[in-house]
Protein backbone atom coordinates (compact mmCIF):
# COMPACT_ATOMS: atom_id res chain seq x y z
CA UNK A 1 0.00 0.00 0.00
CA UNK A 2 1.47 3.59 -1.06
CA UNK A 3 2.46 5.70 2.02
CA UNK A 4 0.21 8.89 1.68
CA UNK A 5 1.92 11.87 0.34
CA UNK A 6 3.13 14.52 3.26
CA UNK A 7 0.97 17.61 3.27
CA UNK A 8 3.32 20.59 2.86
CA UNK A 9 2.86 23.40 5.63
CA UNK A 10 4.05 26.65 5.73
CA UNK A 11 7.58 26.06 7.13
CA UNK A 12 7.98 23.47 4.40
CA UNK A 13 6.88 25.78 1.54
CA UNK A 14 9.12 28.48 3.45
CA UNK A 15 12.06 26.24 3.25
CA UNK A 16 11.42 25.30 -0.33
CA UNK A 17 11.20 28.75 -1.92
CA UNK A 18 13.99 29.86 0.31
CA UNK A 19 16.38 27.22 -1.61
CA UNK A 20 14.92 28.33 -4.67
CA UNK A 21 16.25 31.74 -4.31
CA UNK A 22 19.61 31.00 -3.05
CA UNK A 23 20.47 28.68 -6.36
CA UNK A 24 19.23 31.41 -8.36
CA UNK A 25 16.25 30.17 -9.43
CA UNK A 26 13.91 33.08 -10.17
CA UNK A 27 14.25 34.77 -13.30
CA UNK A 28 16.56 37.66 -13.62
CA UNK A 29 14.49 40.31 -12.83
CA UNK A 30 13.73 38.79 -9.56
CA UNK A 31 10.01 38.09 -10.23
CA UNK A 32 8.12 35.07 -8.37
CA UNK A 33 6.04 33.43 -10.54
CA UNK A 34 1.95 33.63 -9.77
CA UNK A 35 0.98 32.24 -6.21
CA UNK A 36 -1.34 29.62 -8.75
CA UNK A 37 1.79 28.81 -10.11
CA UNK A 38 4.06 28.77 -7.30
CA UNK A 39 1.50 26.15 -5.68
CA UNK A 40 1.10 23.90 -8.52
CA UNK A 41 4.83 23.67 -9.04
CA UNK A 42 5.49 23.01 -5.05
CA UNK A 43 2.35 20.59 -4.85
CA UNK A 44 0.81 22.47 -1.74
CA UNK A 45 -2.35 25.07 -1.70
CA UNK A 46 -2.32 28.94 -2.75
CA UNK A 47 -3.01 29.58 0.79
CA UNK A 48 0.12 27.91 2.04
CA UNK A 49 2.34 29.58 -0.93
CA UNK A 50 0.48 32.90 -0.14
CA UNK A 51 1.45 32.80 4.08
CA UNK A 52 4.74 31.47 3.00
CA UNK A 53 5.13 34.57 0.94
CA UNK A 54 4.19 36.16 3.93
CA UNK A 55 6.74 35.12 6.08
CA UNK A 56 9.63 35.20 3.53
CA UNK A 57 8.76 38.82 3.39
CA UNK A 58 9.06 39.34 7.07
CA UNK A 59 12.58 37.43 7.03
CA UNK A 60 13.75 39.09 4.14
CA UNK A 61 14.45 36.56 1.60
CA UNK A 62 11.32 38.53 -0.98
CA UNK A 63 9.62 41.88 -0.97
CA UNK A 64 6.75 43.64 -2.79
CA UNK A 65 6.82 46.07 -5.65
CA UNK A 66 4.14 48.86 -6.25
CA UNK A 67 1.91 46.60 -8.06
CA UNK A 68 1.75 44.11 -5.82
CA UNK A 69 3.50 41.61 -7.14
CA UNK A 70 6.22 39.52 -5.26
CA UNK A 71 10.61 39.80 -6.46
CA UNK A 72 13.60 38.16 -4.80
CA UNK A 73 15.43 40.53 -2.06
CA UNK A 74 17.60 42.74 -3.99
CA UNK A 75 20.54 41.14 -1.86
CA UNK A 76 20.56 37.80 -3.85
CA UNK A 77 20.53 39.21 -6.75
CA UNK A 78 23.34 42.43 -7.03
CA UNK A 79 25.87 40.34 -6.24
CA UNK A 80 27.15 36.70 -6.45
CA UNK A 81 28.80 36.86 -2.88
CA UNK A 82 25.12 37.67 -1.28
CA UNK A 83 24.53 34.16 0.48
CA UNK A 84 27.74 35.09 2.29
CA UNK A 85 27.34 35.63 6.16
CA UNK A 86 27.95 39.82 6.57
CA UNK A 87 29.81 40.55 9.43
CA UNK A 88 27.95 44.34 10.72
CA UNK A 89 29.33 46.58 13.37
CA UNK A 90 26.56 49.38 14.25
CA UNK A 91 28.41 51.92 14.93
CA UNK A 92 27.15 54.95 17.49
CA UNK A 93 27.21 57.51 20.32
CA UNK A 94 25.87 55.91 23.58
CA UNK A 95 27.39 54.46 26.88
CA UNK A 96 26.64 50.48 25.68
CA UNK A 97 23.33 51.30 24.59
CA UNK A 98 21.31 53.23 21.94
CA UNK A 99 20.09 56.54 23.16
CA UNK A 100 18.51 57.62 19.62
CA UNK A 101 15.08 55.91 19.26
CA UNK A 102 15.81 55.63 15.29
CA UNK A 103 18.83 54.12 15.66
CA UNK A 104 17.61 51.87 18.26
CA UNK A 105 14.60 50.87 16.30
CA UNK A 106 16.60 50.17 13.61
CA UNK A 107 19.44 48.05 15.59
CA UNK A 108 16.48 46.05 17.03
CA UNK A 109 15.00 45.63 13.26
CA UNK A 110 18.76 44.18 11.87
CA UNK A 111 19.28 42.15 15.56
CA UNK A 112 15.61 40.13 14.72
CA UNK A 113 16.19 39.61 10.90
CA UNK A 114 20.16 38.64 11.12
CA UNK A 115 18.64 35.43 10.05
CA UNK A 116 16.96 36.31 6.90
CA UNK A 117 19.28 39.47 6.10
CA UNK A 118 22.23 36.96 6.89
CA UNK A 119 24.37 39.23 8.78
CA UNK A 120 26.16 38.89 11.89
CA UNK A 121 25.38 42.06 14.34
CA UNK A 122 27.79 43.47 16.76
CA UNK A 123 26.91 46.83 18.29
CA UNK A 124 29.70 49.80 19.08
CA UNK A 125 28.83 52.80 21.11
CA UNK A 126 30.36 54.75 22.62
CA UNK A 127 30.40 58.11 24.82
CA UNK A 128 32.42 60.10 21.79
CA UNK A 129 33.79 59.13 18.60
CA UNK A 130 37.35 59.50 19.84
CA UNK A 131 37.22 56.20 22.27
CA UNK A 132 36.54 53.88 18.76
CA UNK A 133 39.13 51.24 18.60
CA UNK A 134 39.53 49.85 14.76
CA UNK A 135 41.06 46.88 16.71
CA UNK A 136 37.37 46.20 17.73
CA UNK A 137 36.14 45.97 14.21
CA UNK A 138 39.02 43.29 12.82
CA UNK A 139 36.14 40.54 12.38
CA UNK A 140 33.81 42.94 10.37
CA UNK A 141 33.28 43.22 6.96
CA UNK A 142 30.82 46.34 6.78
CA UNK A 143 29.98 48.93 9.17
CA UNK A 144 27.15 51.09 9.36
CA UNK A 145 28.26 54.39 10.96
CA UNK A 146 24.68 55.47 12.68
CA UNK A 147 26.46 59.15 14.13
CA UNK A 148 27.47 62.65 13.59
CA UNK A 149 31.29 60.92 13.17
CA UNK A 150 34.46 62.77 11.88
CA UNK A 151 34.13 62.50 7.52
CA UNK A 152 37.77 60.55 8.21
CA UNK A 153 35.86 57.53 9.61
CA UNK A 154 34.86 55.90 6.39
CA UNK A 155 37.86 56.94 4.80
CA UNK A 156 39.68 55.06 8.49
CA UNK A 157 37.38 52.20 7.66
CA UNK A 158 37.67 51.88 3.37
CA UNK A 159 41.90 51.46 4.45
CA UNK A 160 41.10 48.55 6.46
CA UNK A 161 38.98 47.33 3.71
CA UNK A 162 35.77 47.34 5.79
CA UNK A 163 32.81 48.75 3.49
CA UNK A 164 30.56 51.14 5.42
CA UNK A 165 27.79 53.28 4.88
CA UNK A 166 26.66 56.23 7.43
CA UNK A 167 22.80 56.52 8.83
CA UNK A 168 21.24 60.26 8.61
CA UNK A 169 24.61 62.01 7.68
CA UNK A 170 24.50 65.76 8.48
CA UNK A 171 22.85 67.43 5.17
CA UNK A 172 25.91 69.83 4.04
CA UNK A 173 28.39 66.50 4.69
CA UNK A 174 28.75 64.96 2.05
CA UNK A 175 29.43 61.14 1.73
CA UNK A 176 30.23 58.04 -0.12
CA UNK A 177 27.36 55.84 0.99
CA UNK A 178 24.40 56.87 2.88
CA UNK A 179 21.12 56.44 4.05
CA UNK A 180 18.59 59.04 5.11
CA UNK A 181 15.28 59.90 5.83
CA UNK A 182 13.06 62.31 3.74
CA UNK A 183 13.25 64.99 5.81
CA UNK A 184 11.00 67.46 3.27
CA UNK A 185 8.64 64.58 2.82
CA UNK A 186 8.04 64.15 6.86
CA UNK A 187 7.19 67.43 7.02
CA UNK A 188 4.71 67.38 3.70
CA UNK A 189 3.13 64.11 5.41
CA UNK A 190 3.01 66.18 9.13
CA UNK A 191 0.98 69.06 7.15
CA UNK A 192 -1.50 67.07 5.40
CA UNK A 193 -2.06 65.45 8.23
CA UNK A 194 -2.93 68.20 9.99
CA UNK A 195 -5.33 69.32 6.96
CA UNK A 196 -7.32 66.38 6.72
CA UNK A 197 -8.22 67.56 10.36
CA UNK A 198 -9.68 70.84 8.96
CA UNK A 199 -7.69 73.02 11.36
CA UNK A 200 -7.50 76.89 9.98
CA UNK A 201 -5.00 78.15 11.79
CA UNK A 202 -1.11 76.23 12.52
CA UNK A 203 1.35 76.47 15.35
CA UNK A 204 4.89 75.04 14.73
CA UNK A 205 7.02 74.27 17.37
CA UNK A 206 11.17 74.34 16.46
CA UNK A 207 13.36 73.69 19.17
CA UNK A 208 16.12 76.39 19.43
CA UNK A 209 19.09 74.49 18.17
CA UNK A 210 18.83 73.10 15.10
CA UNK A 211 20.30 71.92 11.48
CA UNK A 212 19.10 72.50 7.94
CA UNK A 213 16.95 69.36 8.73
CA UNK A 214 14.52 71.36 10.66
CA UNK A 215 14.10 73.75 7.85
CA UNK A 216 12.97 71.11 5.38
CA UNK A 217 10.59 69.85 7.89
CA UNK A 218 9.28 72.93 7.85
CA UNK A 219 9.37 73.69 4.07
CA UNK A 220 7.49 70.50 3.62
CA UNK A 221 4.52 71.54 5.99
CA UNK A 222 4.67 74.91 4.21
CA UNK A 223 3.96 73.03 1.15
CA UNK A 224 1.08 70.90 2.02
CA UNK A 225 -0.25 73.72 3.92
CA UNK A 226 -0.34 76.33 0.94
CA UNK A 227 -1.81 72.97 -1.52
CA UNK A 228 -4.61 72.99 0.78
CA UNK A 229 -5.43 76.73 0.39
CA UNK A 230 -4.49 77.69 3.24
CA UNK A 231 -2.49 80.92 4.18
CA UNK A 232 0.99 80.96 5.47
CA UNK A 233 0.10 83.90 7.66
CA UNK A 234 -2.14 81.50 9.71
CA UNK A 235 1.27 79.57 10.54
CA UNK A 236 2.41 80.99 13.66
CA UNK A 237 6.15 79.53 14.49
CA UNK A 238 7.54 78.96 18.40
CA UNK A 239 11.12 78.79 18.92
CA UNK A 240 11.61 76.40 22.14
CA UNK A 241 14.26 76.67 24.17
CA UNK A 242 16.35 74.29 25.96
CA UNK A 243 16.19 75.64 29.29
CA UNK A 244 12.42 74.34 31.20
CA UNK A 245 11.14 77.53 32.36
CA UNK A 246 11.92 79.43 29.94
CA UNK A 247 10.29 77.04 27.28
CA UNK A 248 7.09 77.10 29.90
CA UNK A 249 7.08 81.26 29.92
CA UNK A 250 7.44 80.92 26.27
CA UNK A 251 4.77 78.89 25.74
CA UNK A 252 1.95 80.58 28.34
CA UNK A 253 3.03 83.83 26.59
CA UNK A 254 2.77 82.74 23.27
CA UNK A 255 -0.19 80.60 23.39
CA UNK A 256 -2.78 82.83 25.52
CA UNK A 257 -5.19 83.14 22.50
CA UNK A 258 -5.64 79.26 21.24
CA UNK A 259 -8.58 78.12 20.76
CA UNK A 260 -10.11 74.96 18.72
CA UNK A 261 -9.00 76.21 15.16
CA UNK A 262 -5.21 75.82 15.96
CA UNK A 263 -3.21 72.30 15.43
CA UNK A 264 0.19 72.15 16.31
CA UNK A 265 3.08 70.45 14.55
CA UNK A 266 6.29 69.88 16.80
CA UNK A 267 9.32 69.39 15.28
CA UNK A 268 10.91 67.19 18.33
CA UNK A 269 7.94 64.88 20.95
CA UNK A 270 10.31 66.79 23.74
CA UNK A 271 8.30 69.92 24.37
CA UNK A 272 4.96 67.90 24.42
CA UNK A 273 5.01 67.68 28.63
CA UNK A 274 4.76 71.65 29.01
CA UNK A 275 2.54 72.17 25.88
CA UNK A 276 -0.03 69.78 27.33
CA UNK A 277 0.59 71.54 31.04
CA UNK A 278 -0.36 75.04 29.40
CA UNK A 279 -2.70 73.67 26.89
CA UNK A 280 -4.94 71.67 29.51
CA UNK A 281 -4.74 74.81 31.91
CA UNK A 282 -6.60 76.58 29.01
CA UNK A 283 -8.87 73.95 28.82
CA UNK A 284 -7.42 73.97 24.80
CA UNK A 285 -5.92 70.42 24.94
CA UNK A 286 -6.90 68.10 21.82
CA UNK A 287 -4.73 65.12 21.04
CA UNK A 288 -6.20 65.44 18.05
CA UNK A 289 -4.59 69.12 16.86
CA UNK A 290 -0.87 67.63 17.44
CA UNK A 291 1.62 66.23 15.43
CA UNK A 292 5.07 65.46 15.89
CA UNK A 293 8.63 64.68 14.10
CA UNK A 294 9.24 61.57 16.70
CA UNK A 295 9.48 57.73 15.86
CA UNK A 296 8.99 56.84 19.77
CA UNK A 297 8.92 59.13 23.11
CA UNK A 298 6.56 57.75 26.23
CA UNK A 299 4.92 61.39 25.68
CA UNK A 300 3.25 60.02 22.36
CA UNK A 301 1.96 56.83 23.77
CA UNK A 302 1.21 58.66 26.98
CA UNK A 303 -1.26 62.00 25.38
CA UNK A 304 -1.88 59.79 22.33
CA UNK A 305 -0.10 61.48 19.51
CA UNK A 306 0.17 60.59 15.92
CA UNK A 307 3.88 61.22 14.62
CA UNK A 308 5.45 61.02 11.41
CA UNK A 309 8.41 58.61 12.20
CA UNK A 310 10.35 55.75 10.00
CA UNK A 311 9.67 53.16 7.70
CA UNK A 312 12.19 50.98 9.71
CA UNK A 313 12.30 47.91 6.95
CA UNK A 314 12.78 50.51 4.10
CA UNK A 315 16.15 52.20 6.04
CA UNK A 316 17.25 48.39 6.82
CA UNK A 317 17.03 47.26 3.44
CA UNK A 318 18.48 50.18 1.84
CA UNK A 319 21.59 50.03 4.75
CA UNK A 320 22.23 46.04 3.93
CA UNK A 321 21.56 46.61 0.29
CA UNK A 322 24.33 49.40 0.29
CA UNK A 323 26.82 47.08 1.92
CA UNK A 324 26.64 44.15 -0.12
CA UNK A 325 26.48 46.03 -3.49
CA UNK A 326 29.60 47.91 -2.72
CA UNK A 327 30.06 48.81 -6.92
CA UNK A 328 27.10 51.42 -6.33
CA UNK A 329 27.49 52.77 -3.34
CA UNK A 330 24.54 55.89 -3.41
CA UNK A 331 22.44 57.89 -0.98
CA UNK A 332 19.18 56.26 -0.74
CA UNK A 333 16.62 59.09 0.60
CA UNK A 334 13.66 56.36 2.51
CA UNK A 335 10.42 58.34 2.84
CA UNK A 336 8.42 58.31 6.23
CA UNK A 337 5.02 57.22 7.45
CA UNK A 338 2.12 58.20 9.63
CA UNK A 339 2.58 56.09 12.97
CA UNK A 340 -1.30 56.39 14.87
CA UNK A 341 -1.84 55.91 18.82
CA UNK A 342 -5.01 54.83 20.29
CA UNK A 343 -6.36 57.42 22.73
CA UNK A 344 -5.47 56.89 26.29
CA UNK A 345 -8.98 57.17 28.31
CA UNK A 346 -7.07 57.05 31.47
CA UNK A 347 -5.75 60.69 31.37
CA UNK A 348 -6.72 62.60 32.83
CA UNK A 349 -7.07 66.58 32.38
CA UNK A 350 -5.93 68.67 34.99
CA UNK A 351 -8.63 71.95 34.33
CA UNK A 352 -11.47 68.82 34.70
CA UNK A 353 -9.71 67.22 37.87
Known sequence: MTAPKKRLGKNDVCQIIKERITRGDFSTDGLLPPLRSLATAIGCSRHTVWNAVNQLCEEQY???????????HPRFIFSGKDDELLRVAFVSKGNG???DPLEAKIFHYLTEHQEGLKISLSLSANPTEQ???????????????????????????????ITSVTLNPPLNLPQAASVRIDYFQYGELAGQEICNRQFSKL??????????????????????????GKLESDIKTITAEDDLFQRLTTFNNELRNIDSSHAFILFTAEFLPELHSVLDKQG???????IAMADDHPALDEFSISSIGSDTKALCSALIQQLRNKKEMKTDIIPGQVITRQQNNNLGSDSNA
Request: net charge negative; proline share 3%; aromatic share 10%.
Open 131 to 161: LISFEDFSDCDAAIIATACPQNLQTQFQSKE
Open 284 to 290: QWNSQAL
Open 97 to 99: YLE
Open 62 to 72: LVSDDTGRNKV
Open 203 to 228: VVLKPAKHDSSIELYYLGVLKSWLRA
